[in-house]
């Protein structure tokens, strides 16, 4: 008959950590995330500028439009002053300049349709 060799059951208890080879390894930013979180900023940074780009193109545009608009307003009272004073291109009728006598002491009518 065979013989088994009896062994009895270890009575060591196991460690509880683990072993100091498993637990040495070194590490980075980059393998808790600090690669990622530095592109985030970066984008950050870009769409903070992209969004102060955009302000100043509105800024740019609403000074465009500012100066038309100023632009546009001295072209019509120069318009109107000279078809006051000179004559009408519009309608023909003579400015305070082109009329004699009574006509150019009776000045400007009122109800000429330009205001």
Do not use: C, W
Not at 9 to 38: C, I, N, V
């Amino acid at each position: 008959m065979a013989q088994v060799l009896y062994t009895p059951f270890p009575q060591d208890t196991p460690q509880l950590r683990a072993p100091d080879d498993l637990q040495q390894f070194s590490t980075s930013p980059a393998q808790f995330g600090g690669l990622a979180a530095q592109a985030e900023q970066r984008g950050g940074n870009d769409v903070q500028q992209a969004g102060g780009d955009a302000l100043n193109i509105a800024m740019m545009r609403q000074q465009r439009y500012n100066e038309t608009a100023v632009q546009q307003a001295q072209n019509s009272l120069s318009d109107l002053l000279f078809a006051k004073t000179y004559k009408d291109p519009v309608t023909g009728a003579d400015g305070i300049y082109a009329k004699k006598g009574a006509d150019a002491a009776g000045g400007l009518s009122a109800d000429d349709g330009r205001h």
